[in-house]
């Protein structure tokens, strides 16, 4: 995939609060980071700042290969049954098979707001592996899902990983992965 990831002294300011500066990484093939810390302290600017969709307050970014971002906003119309809110981004993604790698197949034909939140994300899923971006950007993959759902995310990161992707996964909850550890401080004083 030819993946690479860098992040280059950024910081992160939200009005007049600066949540974080001096952060560095570089993610290349195979690699991940698993970023923690405090609600409020960043994570998801962080996310949103690799992803492109959020300047830094100073620092630069620099991306090599396709980038799926998987957040809260999974993408889904409500109103349509899943199959038919999937279908919308066929043209655009390739998710022939995801339903059914991500356990859902069998969901198709009910509406995206009658979901779980679990299956939401597990719907999510499906629209990441369908981009297939080499680099994941994951803003809290694992909430709302069941055991058998955390199992799944973390054997998808590792098969990403093991594709030549990288990723970058903020979460609270532990991971089975070999990401390094990348902890957001408490105050960025």
Known sequence: MGASLIATDLACRRGERLLFRGLSLALGPGEAAHVTGANGIG???LIRILAGLLQPFSGAVERSGA????DERHALDGAVPLGTALAFWRDLDDAEDALDRVGLKQLADVPVRYLSTGQKKRAALARLLGQSASIWLLDEPLNGLDNGGVELV????????ADGGLAVIASHQPLASNATALSLPEFAA
């Open 43 to 45: 994570k998801s600017s």
């Open 154 to 161: 973390e054997r998808l990161i590792a098969e990403h990983l």
């Open 67 to 70: 980038v799926g971002l998987l």
